[in-house]
Structures are given as C-alpha cells and as structure tokens.
C-alpha cells in the first residue's frame, strides 16, 4: 500500500514537471461566433495535449489584420498561430512568411478539404494555412414575402429577377425593405459585393496589361444596378452597413432579400436570435441572364503559423485538432450539428447528420464549388481571387474604390463621377506600383 | 533672486525631462524621415530603394490630402466653437445656485472619463444606426424618415461625439474660472445700474479669456490626432468625406501598408501641427503673460 | 456665493440644469440600461427603457470569454506607472521652469507640449521595430515608457501653471527665517504644491487610461490592457449591442468611479492658472 501511494506520488510529480514544461502559444484570431465557440471547447484539446497551453488574442477583423500584419512583415513574432484569410495566405506563402504544411499526419486527411479553398491556401504546391471554415456568397430569401408578392425564387436567379421581387417585396411603410446589401466601404465590405457583382455581369478588376476597367460598361452596368436597387428599395443608411448590420436588419425581419456569405444562414435560421427564422428560402447569388458566372465569392478563415516562431511543433498540434474531423464532431456533440464550422471538408457535406440540420448545406457547397479563383471572370485575368485581387495593393486600392461606391450610395457623388475617381485612383495606385509602366 | 548657483540646479533639474522628450521627438521622427525617402511597403520584403521625394510627391497630390487638410480643421474648429460656447452656457449654468449641485455636476462631467472607441461604439450603434438607433426611432415615431447621420453627415457626427466627449473639460475649466469671479465687482456693476447682458459682457466674458485660451490649447492638443472616434465610426468615408490628416497617415501606413508614404505623409502631418503649434503658442503665450 | 435669488427662480433653474446633465448623461445610461438586456431586446423597437427582463447573462459571458481581471491590472498597472513615472521625472523640471524662469523657459514649456502634436501613426513603424528588437513588445513596461513619454508635456505644462501660482514671497519669507532649501521644500512647498500635484495624478491617470492607440498596438496577449478587451467585442458577426454594452461597461465602470470619487480634487488643480 505504501508503496503504490509513493509511486502515485511520483508519477504525479513527473506528470507535474511535465506541466511545468509546458508550452504556451499565442494565437490571434478574429472574434466570430466560430472561433468564441472554440476557445469555450478547450478542454477538449488540453485533455489530448496537457503540455500546450493556448494564449487567445481575440480582435475585430480590422484590428486583427492590422496587427497580425505588421507582426509577421516586421518580425516581431508575437504570435505563433495567426488567424488569417484566403486574401493573405497566398500573398504571405510567396513571401516566405508562413510555414509550409506538407508533412500531415495522415489521420488530418488533407484530401478531404475542398478542393477550391483548398487551391486558394496553395502556392507552388505548398499547402499554407488549414481553414478554419469557409464560406461563399448566395441568396437568402423570405419565403414568406415571396409568397404575399405572388413570387417564386428561381434557384438561380437573374438580376432581372432579383429587381422584380424586391420591387414587390418592399413595403417602406411596414418597415420592410426589398433588398439588402452591404453599403459600407471596405475591401472586404461593399466591395466583396461589388466585386463579384461585376463577375456576375462579366466584367473583371483588370485586364491582362494590369489596366483597371472602371470605364467599361460592364462596371457602369454592376454600378448603376446596385445603386438602382439599394435606392428604391433598399434600407436607409445602407451606405455604413456591412455584413453585422444587414444581418441584424435581415433577422428582425426588415429585408426581405440578401445576398452575402454563407455563414450567416446558420444565424438567420437560428431561432434563438431571428425572428424570421422559419421563413428563411435560399439560391444562388444572382447573375446577369447570359453570363455563366454568379456574382459569388470564395473565402476562408484559416489558420496559419508564421515562420520563426519558436514553437513551430505545438503550433501544428493545435491547428491540426482545430481544422480537423474530430473538432467539427466535437462541436457537433456539444451544440449541436448546426453549429459545426462549415465549408472546409467535403465529409462534412457527405454526412446526412449535418444536412438535415442545415437546410442550406445543399447550396453551400454548390456556391463553394462554383467559385473559381483562378478564373474569376469570363473574361481573362492577370490575377486570382474572386472578390479580391490577391496583390499586396490591393487592400488599399479595394478600399480607396470602396469609398467612392459608398460615397455614390450615400447620394454625395453620381455613379460616374465614382467610377471615374475609382479608375483613376487605381491607375495612380497602379502605375505607383510599378504594374503599369 | 536667481543665482547663478540655481541656475545651474535648475537645469540640472530640468534636463531630464527636455533630454526624454528630445529622444522621443529626434529617435523616432529621424527613422520616419529616412523611411518617408524609401520605397517601403511592409507587404514587399526584399530591397527599400531610395526614391527622393516620391512618396511626398505621391502624398501631397493625392486628393484625399486637401480634403483631408479641409476636415482637420472643420473638425477642430468645430468642436472648439461647441465646446467653448457649450461649456461657458453649461458653466453659468452650473454656476447658478441649484438642487442637486453635485450630482448635477457629477453627471455632466461623465463623458470625460469614457474612453473613446467605447463613446464611439456607443453613439454609432445605439443612437446614430437609422434602423437600430435611438434617433431613428424617434424620427420615426415622429413620422420622419430616419436620418442616416454616418452617411448624410459623417463628419458632422464625428464632431458632435468628439464634442460630447470634451465638453465636460471646457465646462470644469470655465466652471472653475467663474467660481473666482470677483462678487463684489458683479454686485457693484449691477448697482450701477448695468444689466445682466452688459454684465456678462462686460466682466464675465473678459474673466474667462483666459480660461478659454486654456480650453483652446489643450483642446487642439487632442483634437489635431482624433482618430479612434473616425475609425470605429466612419472609416474616414463615406468617400473620403470624414478623413482627417492623422486617419489619411493612418491609412496609408496601416491599410496600405506603405510605409514609405506613410512616413511622408507623417511628416508632412508634424510641420502642419507645429505650424498650428506656433500659431497657437503666440496667441496662448500672449493671453497667459498678460 | 450665496446670492439671494426667488424659490421660482432656482425651482426653474434646477430643472432646466437636471434636463442638460440628463441629456449629457444619457448615453452612458443608455449603455448600462442595454447592457442588462438580451441581444434581442437591445434592438427592439420601440426600445424598452426600463420595464425589460434585467439578466446579467451578458456580464457572465463576456467574463466567461475574457480575462478582465488580467486587463484590468494591466490597465491600472500601465496608466498608474506612467503616472507616477511622468512626476518623477515632471516635478523637479516643472519646478525649476515656475521658479527659476530663464530667458527660454516659455520656449521650452511651447516646445513640449508641441511634442504632443505629433500623429502617433506617422511614427508607428519605427517605434514598432524598436520595441521588437529591444524586447520591450507587448510588455507593460514597454508601454509606460510610451505612454510617459506622451503625457509628459501635459504634466510638465499643468504642474508648472501651478506652481507659479505659489506666491514667491513666502519663500523668501521662510530663507528670512533661516530656512534651509531642505526645510523650504518640505514644510513650505510641498503642503502648497500637493493639490495640483494630486490632480495632475488624476488627470494623467485617466488619459493614460483611455489612450487607445499605442495601447492597442504594442500589445498582445500579455500586456494588453481594457482598451485591447474592447477590440475582442466590437462587430463581431451577429448581434452585438447587449455584450457591447457589458464590455463598454466594465471597461470605462473603474475610471468613471475614481473620477467620480476624485472629482472635488480633479477640479481643484484643473485651473492651469487659468483662474486669477
């Protein structure tokens, strides 16, 4: 008896010098409901892995990628797992400022991803961030109204379409606006929006000799068709409105449509926080009758390790277990299947578990599957990226763009006079570049 | 009375402070000026190349700098006039024998302590939001459409929350200066016969010069590097409608991650403030002596 | 002070000073108010104002999600430090410029605070890749260094319009008396000096605690004080205003009481020789 209370002592000394040893990671990340749901699903990952301990970092998007950005450009190495988007990763891998993932462990499957985010993390072969969840834009609908307006939705609307039913959705008076859409400027914003609106029209950022095709009908044409639709029937204030403020608008029942991300049909089907929960339809984002391109974008969280950090090992443990089957199982078990982390592995959208309970897993992967980042318009392109151009620049120039389409929307400057300051401020910013010689 | 003995003392008391600011000024502005000549973007390792005055070239005719030029001064000037002409009205206000003095006072100095992007947050979501706000639902249920303030009026709105913010401060300044008015002079005044207006006029307002001289400088001290308060709010848009000289710095060095133009942009931003500086210490250092 | 004025007048008065401070109040009020509501009531329209279902479901979550106790302390940590640091260093130089004034003693005082001018963002970078590669990133040390370096001309500036205030004559009175410099400084001076000093305290203190810039970005997981705690809950996906509001809450709730309790002595020294 003395004896084994003595071994129990010392394994429980050498299993407390292990913990002294532990290692803890700094990870930035964004502060969406996935990621709040996993720092609450820890325990989890600490019961695997007693010897890492995880630092969270938690920032609005802006914030986030502000500092994480300069942390990896400068050096500074105050992170070892940043939480990053399909914008950053290829820019970042070329660059040589992120870890290469080519040793997985079998168990991750990396087979499994879906093959268009997986392409968008890739550069020369290299795999350099896994992603957290991934998202694409479509359609939501209120069945309801559709229904009052003598309407159906087409599982692959025009903007024909889309123009008709929102005309006779709106009834200003009841509150209820036809159609919202981000308005607030931003390169991931209103511009997100724009961007592969213009897709959907066929148009394109740049053509092949890196010239900004602001004057070309089809940007007039994505313009003054967005601006149609968001002055007649659209919210007031909707040029400060991103992706937050449509969706508390959309789930208090004050729009009766909206395109955007993926995600966000988990929150408006969601009765604990939407009124219209029940009523929720969805389709295809909208494109221009005779252009086979929608105007839905690509894009995932991922989560990726800065080279030179100097826990490279316990960094990939834990972005390993935070992309992987088991994680997705785990948060199905604990909240339920609707609540998983979507649009990153194809047995996510395999399991008749998962699209029971999400009604828009069907025209998620669809969406996902459609977007092409290296073939983002019918026309061709000099660069990837769908509803961004994924050069250094571009942050900058979206953004810049983005004022003047949200300054059109607030009614301070007319569609050309927009489009006119977008295309010569791209130029300006281009030929600043070195693109344009 | 001063000795060379003290003088000597005195400066050994003084240089520390001079020496700490004089490496907080020359340290980090001698790197910005050497980056402002550079072609440096964060985003793009490799090689800086000298490029001369490229970035200044690039910075000062990028539309957005008159604007933005423009804006700094509506924004400064404006909430300057407010919170002068608000918190000497607050202060006579204050000043009047009421109920509750104190927790009067303590209410109205509040805003003060707050931080912000906390007052910023706030008063974008909870009160200017025309859908969710409160002031879109008091134009409703008025039966007025709402008002968009961040779109229609975004830097008129960023001045009203940078006035909420500051006015407390004019209003405890000015409140202290009219606590030391001399009564004996405002009774003797109103035996003569002079009214209330001529009164204000005549001995209040010349009482609180000097206070407001102090308002003025401390004020523009802040108020020249508001920046929180457009960031969280406006994002310097819609367009550049709301972007001050310190956000245009801010989004070339931090959205653009040009660091080369940021500098530049830097610099350019510190000889406008010492110009505002200079200016601003004739006028101060002439009220203050007097 | 007391001046004889009608019941009717200040009955009038009173009211019409309650409705101002009210309005100017209202906003923090408005937050507390939704701060105890659920992300659904937060946005209701017409909005409840009092008569809603009180929950403190926001304060658990955002405590359950953050570690305030560990921001907090940084924040007292970082704006107390600096406080305190900038005083040190600001007492003797202030001093020297109220007592001893040479010819360049204005010259000096415009200069430092002109220092106060400077955009922070137009010298980031470069403070960034010091901090890197001294090792002072996200420490607190780190950031009182900063934030003392950025208050000290207001301190310099406040403690010398107060020190100028002490009448020289007394001094000269005490050395007639045979006080040394020691005993000049210790019983004449300092009892004279502690009101400003004290609300040059409170003042900076509260600055220092509210500064949002430097705060936010030479910091990480370690070093980052309220104002960081803030970034983590403004617009994230969905809903937002209940836990906002906690968040806004408990950030601002430790400096709106100090300035509350400190108010009398705040005022006392915020005169900046204004008042003569």
């Known amino acids: 008896m003395k004896f084994r209370a003595l071994a129990g002592a010392c394994v429980l000394g050498l299993t407390a010098s292990g913990a002294m040893a532990e290692t803890t990671i700094t990870v930035a990340t964004v502060n969406n409901g996935d990621m709040i749901r996993m720092q609450g699903l820890m325990d989890d990952f600490y019961a695997a892995h007693p010897d890492i301990k995880v630092n969270w970092v938690t920032m609005e998007e802006n914030v986030l990628r502000q500092k994480v950005t300069t942390d990896v450009a400068t050096k500074a190495g105050q992170y070892d797992v940043m939480t990053i988007g399909t914008y950053e990763v290829p820019i970042w891998g070329k660059q040589g400022w992120l870890v290469a993932l080519d040793d997985l462990p079998d168990s991750y499957d990396v087979n499994d991803l879906l093959p268009a985010i997986r392409s968008g993390l890739t550069v020369d072969d290299h795999l350099y961030a896994l992603p957290f969840y991934g998202e694409s834009s479509f359609t939501m609908y209120r069945k309801d109204l559709m229904e009052k307006a003598g309407l159906t939705m087409p599982e692959d609307p025009t903007w024909a379409d889309i123009e008709k039913a929102a005309a006779a959705m709106t009834d200003k008076e009841a509150g209820i606006y036809g159609i919202c859409l981000r308005g607030k400027a931003g390169w991931g914003e209103n511009m997100a929006f724009l961007s592969a609106m213009d897709n959907s029209m066929g148009g394109r950022w740049f053509d092949m000799d890196w010239n900004p095709q602001f004057n070309t009908p089809e940007w007039k044409n994505t313009l003054t068709t967005y601006l149609n639709l968001m002055n007649e029937y659209g919210p007031p204030g909707a040029s400060s409105n991103g992706f937050n403020e449509n969706l508390a608008l959309f789930q208090q029942g004050k729009c009766g449509m909206w395109m955007d991300a993926t995600v966000a049909a988990s929150f408006v089907t969601n009765p604990k926080d939407s009124k219209v929960a029940d009523q929720v339809g969805f389709a295809m984002a909208p494109h221009k009758d005779g252009v086979a391109k929608n105007g839905n974008w690509l894009w995932a969280w991922t989560l990726a390790i800065p080279a030179g950090t100097q826990k490279e090992d316990a960094a990939k443990t834990f972005i390993e277990w935070a992309t992987s089957k088991e994680y997705t199982a785990l948060v199905a078990s604990k909240e339920g299947w609707a609540n998983v982390p979507p649009g990153t592995r194809t047995s996510l959208y395999e399991n008749p578990d998962y699209t029971s309970a999400a009604p828009f897993a069907d025209l998620t992967l669809k969406s996902i599957n459609a977007a092409d980042p290296k073939s983002p318009s019918v026309q061709d392109v000099p660069y990837t990226g769908v509803q961004f151009v994924a050069i250094p620049e571009f942050q900058a120039i979206g953004t810049a763009v983005g004022q003047q389409f949200s300054a059109a929307l607030a009614g301070q400057i007319t569609a050309d006079q927009a489009l006119q300051n977008a295309q010569s401020l791209t130029e300006r910013e281009m030929k600043k570049a070195g693109y344009i010689k | ?290 | 002070m007391a001046r004889r004025v009608s019941t009717r007048r200040r009955v009038i008065v009173t009211a019409i000073a309650w409705a101002v401070a009210f309005l100017i109040f209202f906003p923090i009020l408005w937050t507390f108010l939704t701060s105890f509501k659920t992300e659904g009531e937060a946005v209701a329209t017409p909005p409840h104002f009092l008569f809603f279902n009180w929950t403190l479901e926001n304060y658990i979550e955002v405590n359950e999600r953050s570690d305030y106790f560990l921001h907090f302390m940084n924040s007292v940590v970082i704006s107390v430090g600096s406080t305190v640091l900038g005083l040190i260093i600001a007492i003797p130089a202030a001093w020297s410029m109220a007592f001893v004034p040479g010819k360049r003693t204005k010259d000096v005082l415009m200069w430092m605070l002109s220092t106060k001018m400077l955009p922070p963002v137009g010298v980031l970078i470069p403070i960034f890749l010091l901090f890197k590669n001294t090792g002072l990133m996200d420490t607190r040390t780190g950031l009182v260094i900063i934030l003392t370096l950025i208050d000290l001309p207001i301190i310099v500036w406040m403690l010398y319009t107060y020190f100028k205030e002490i009448p020289g004559e007394i001094l000269e009175a005490a050395r007639m008396d045979g006080a040394g410099l020691r005993e000049e400084v210790i019983h004449i001076l300092t009892p004279m000096a502690i009101p400003g000093i004290a609300s040059t305290l409170l003042l900076n203190v509260i600055l220092a605690w509210n500064e949002a810039f430097w705060t936010l970005n030479l910091t990480a997981a370690n070093a980052a004080p309220l104002t960081a705690f803030i970034a983590s809950y403004s617009s994230p996906e969905g809903l937002f205003y209940a836990k906002l509001s906690a968040a806004s809450m408990m950030a601002i709730a430790p400096i709106l009481i100090l300035g509350w309790f400190s108010q009398k002595q705040l005022v006392r020294g915020l005169t900046f020789g204004a008042v003569k």
Do not use: C
């Open chain 2, 1 to 290: 009375m001063a000795t060379k003995h003290s003088r000597a003392a005195s400066r050994l008391m003084i240089s520390p402070a001079v020496l700490l600011l004089l490496g907080w000024m020359i340290v980090p502005l001698s790197m910005t000026i050497y980056f402002s000549f550079l072609n440096y973007n964060l985003l793009m390792p490799g090689a800086h190349n000298f490029i001369g005055f490229d970035n200044y070239k690039y910075f000062l005719t990028d539309p957005a700098f008159t604007t933005a030029l423009i804006n700094t001064l509506v924004l400064v000037g404006g909430v300057l006039l407010i919170t002068t002409v608000g918190g000497t009205l607050l202060a006579l206000l204050l000043d009047q024998p009421i109920w509750g003095q104190g927790i009067v006072r303590v209410l109205v100095i509040a805003p003060f302590f707050v931080m912000p992007t906390v007052s910023a947050l706030v008063w974008k979501n909870m009160f200017m939001n025309p859908v969710n706000g409160l002031f879109g639902w008091i134009a409703t249920s008025l039966g007025l459409p709402p008002f968009d303030f961040l779109a229609h009026a975004p830097l008129f709105s960023v001045i009203m929350i940078v006035a909420w913010q500051w006015l407390p401060f004019s209003t405890l300044i000015l409140l202290t200066a009219l606590q030391s008015l001399d009564s004996e002079q405002m009774e003797a005044a109103e035996m003569d016969g002079a009214g209330a207006i001529s009164r204000f006029v005549y001995i209040t307002v010349p009482h609180l010069a000097r206070a407001t001289t102090v308002v003025i400088l401390i004020q523009t001290i802040f108020l020249l590097s508001v920046f929180a308060e457009i960031l969280v709010t406006t994002n310097g848009g819609p367009g550049t409608a709301s972007t001050n000289l310190t956000y245009l710095v801010y989004a070339q060095s931090l959205l653009q991650f040009d660091v080369g133009g940021g500098s530049a942009g830097g610099i350019i931003a510190v000889i406008l403030a010492n110009i505002v500086a200079i200016f601003l210490m004739r006028m101060i250092g002439k009220n203050l002596d007097a």
